[in-house]
């Protein structure tokens, strides 16, 4: 940056990313995703930096317990972070509770040249300004920097116990106010249940799970303020459309379950071509025998068949798509671009805003490129998600202003330098709430 006038606004990063893979497999994928991950921090240089964790802790917590503190110890006091003397991470580790525990993990790092920055207590409702860095742990319900909730038994009956639900903070930054959620929806249960019907009933679900938490962050409970929503939406492809046009020249066959006549499988077949299999589809199998249209063109040619955004396009917006399905790669730390045969893939990781939140982000007339959407990790291995970001500053002066801080009358203009390489890190650490 040496040389260059500072741009205008604050650089700010939003990164979601289902971890779960890495508490399974640590050894081999938790040091190239943390390469990864830091790579888009030192190219990006955000000043504020947002980072949503669904599935945080795999799928045993409590066997993960020492990964889990290894992870969050590199990413607060590793040297990459260095320059971010600030932090607030909202970890929810209340595994044994069945009505509570949703493995969302919440990491916010703010850097040291940032000035104006303060977090939003729901219960005293007033901001308040943040210092240090602190860890939150077991039961966020007590948390009053935060909103926890998750969803009820009863949106996913199938689902014994569901981890799935949603965690609202709220910031103020150059005196604009924003939420910022993280959100962890419901998967595809079946792939043959999900091509039944179009749009399938998992979609169905999703819409029920989203609406509500679009409704709760703009009750009237509080001022309300620009979001920001981003994790594992789990939305899938029209099932039955994709497989219709996948295999338009193909002839169906069923198989059923000797005992109860259940259908467990579809095979399509090319009508010539000596009857060749192009598709095998089971509970938990869709094997189509041509990835690369998946990744053809960022596999564009699909999100035509990405539908499930579009029942709330009066209440949120994405930027272009312009990355391959962030879902499902495989877990083989050799295989960095290779889908599991599993699920359909999908854009199931994403960033996304009310039509407020749009208005905060800085566009350039310029030739530089000042807003990013992307994925991480595009040749590595990052477990079965790939991480997906935005990258934008937020325009002086946008959105709506902040109530008055606590501590802070008169609190001067927002002052900061850009983010510069690393240089020393920090000794201080983190104190643990749990």
């Not at 045993?60 to 992870?71: C, L, P, Q």
């Not at 094997?287 to 029942?311: C, M, P």
Request: hydrophobic share 35%; aromatic share 12%.
């Amino acid at each position: 940056m040496a040389g260059k006038a500072a741009a205008p606004g604050t650089a700010v990063l939003l990164v979601t990313a289902n971890v779960g893979s890495l508490f399974d497999d640590p050894e081999n994928l938790q040091k190239n995703w943390l390469q990864e991950f830091y790579q888009v921090v030192h190219t990006h240089r955000p000043h504020f930096l947002a980072l949503h964790c669904q599935e945080f802790g795999g799928k045993n917590y409590e066997a993960s317990m020492s990964h889990v503190d290894k992870f969050v110890r590199e990413l607060l006091s590793g040297d990459a972070m260095k320059e971010y003397s600030r932090a607030r991470v909202y970890l929810d580790e209340n595994y044994e509770s069945q009505e509570h525990f949703t493995a969302l993990g919440s990491f916010y790092f703010l850097h040291e040249s940032l000035k104006n920055i303060s977090q939003f207590d729901f219960k005293a409702k007033k901001y308040k300004k943040v210092t240090g860095k602190e860890i939150y742990s077991d039961t966020l319900e007590s948390t009053p920097m935060l909103e926890k909730e998750k969803f009820p038994q009863d949106y996913f009956p199938e689902c014994k116990w569901s981890r799935k639900g949603f965690i609202r903070t709220r910031w103020c930054l150059a005196d604009c106010a924003f939420d910022l959620v993280n959100i962890h929806l419901f998967h595809d249960a079946s792939n043959l249940v999900a091509w039944e019907t179009s749009p399938s009933v998992y979609s169905g679900i999703r819409h029920k799970a989203l609406g509500y938490v679009l409704d709760r962050i703009i009750d009237q409970r509080f001022e309300k303020a620009s979001y920001f929503v981003f994790g594992d939406f789990n939305f899938r492809l029209d099932s039955k459309s994709v497989v219709e046009t996948l295999c338009t020249k193909a002839t169906m066959q069923t198989v059923r379950a000797a005992d109860t006549n259940e259908v467990v499988k579809l095979i399509f077949r090319e009508s010539d071509n000596d009857r060749k299999v192009m598709l095998q589809l089971e509970k938990k199998l869709f094997d189509y025998f041509n990835q690369e249209v998946f990744r053809d063109d960022n596999g564009t040619a699909l999100l035509e068949f990405d539908k499930e955004l579009s029942v709330f396009k009066d209440r949120l917006y994405e930027l272009d798509i312009s990355f391959p399905p962030s879902y499902p790669y495989s877990e083989d730390s050799s295989q960095g671009r290779q889908y599991m045969n599993t699920r359909c893939p999908a854009w199931c990781d994403r960033v996304l805003m009310s039509p407020s939140a749009k208005e905060l982000i800085l566009r350039s007339e310029s030739e530089e490129k000042v807003v990013t959407y992307d994925h991480i990790g595009p040749s590595v291995c990052m477990g079965d998600h790939k991480p997906v970001f935005l990258a934008f500053r937020m325009a002086p002066g946008a959105g709506k202003r902040c109530q008055r801080h606590e501590g802070t009358p008169g609190e001067t203009p927002l002052q900061h330098k850009e983010p510069r390489a690393p240089t020393a890190a920090s000794t201080d650490p983190p104190e643990r709430h749990c």
